[in-house]
């Protein structure tokens, strides 16, 4: 797959195991509340709930990856250009 990705967290089902920073600490942060969320191409965390950010190419299997070992099943990896769900609970 080379098509275009986003990443989103879902804050609600984080279980703050931390995988996924294991798995792509360029995308994946915690905040003070323990939670993961995800970073911006600036390595800036965006802390609002659900917040979505560009999957950099060289660390796609790394962000699906992540995704489907999230014991919260939180992770959602979608594709920009329909919004379709390659990985995460809903895919």
Known sequence: ???PLRVWIDQALCT???LCVQYAPEVFEFDVDGLAYVKDDTGELLAT???RV???DNLRLD???SAKECPGDCIHV???A???E???PEA
């Open 63 to 65: 962000v699906i990856s």
């Open 86 to 88: 390659v990985a995460g």
């Open 49 to 51: 709930p659900g917040s």
């Open 16 to 18: 703050g195991d931390g």
């Open 54 to 56: 560009d999957v950099p």
């Open 82 to 84: 329909d919004d379709v």
């Open 78 to 80: 979608v594709r920009t």
């Open 1 to 3: 797959m080379n098509e």
